[in-house]
């Protein structure tokens, strides 16, 4: 699966680069998320990590663990704790659906993009993901490789 242009509108705040390297990325999810007024405001300075996290099922709603969005420093005493769960926003019948394969296919919920769309919530992109095995690395390591080989090739050619 080839990476995708960043659409204009969305405005990135956190990004899991790694993912791609380390799962087999299958069905993608736009997930809203249930957030404080501190955590959206440490988001719009661009702050947040989501490269350790994981979301998983619990109480029927499914939830993002250990992603971590700082303090807001203005807040004070009405700061948010910086690695709570937070509940992601999706329809029933896309909760079972990710559910079901995480039970039955040994499936893992990755987040891949944390961004603000068009009309500023916070959404976060997730995936259904399988891990990779270290031969299955080697083998994208290689691809990637040879796709830079091939265009430098290409462009001292003209």
Do not use: C
């Not at 899991?16 to 999810?29: D, S, T």
């Amino acid at each position: 699966m080839s990476a995708k242009k960043a659409d204009p509108t969305k405005r990135t705040v956190a990004d899991h680069r790694q993912a791609r390297y380390h799962y087999e990325i299958g069905e993608v999810f736009e997930a809203g998320i249930q957030l404080t007024g501190t955590e959206v405001k440490s988001l719009r300075e661009g702050k947040a990590r989501i490269a350790e996290s994981h979301a998983a099922e619990q109480g029927g709603d499914l939830f993002l663990f250990n992603a971590y969005i700082p303090e807001y420093l203005q807040a004070n005493r009405f700061n948010h704790e910086t690695k709570r769960p937070r509940k992601l926003l999706l329809h029933r019948r896309q909760i079972d659906k990710l559910s079901a394969a995480v039970q039955r296919e040994g499936m893992t919920i990755v987040p891949l993009r944390l961004y603000f769309n068009e009309r500023g919530m916070a959404k976060l992109e997730i995936a259904l993901a399988k891990g990779k095995k270290l031969h299955d690395k080697r083998e994208t390591e290689k691809k990637r490789d040879w796709g830079r080989e091939k265009a430098r090739l290409l462009k001292e050619r003209g």
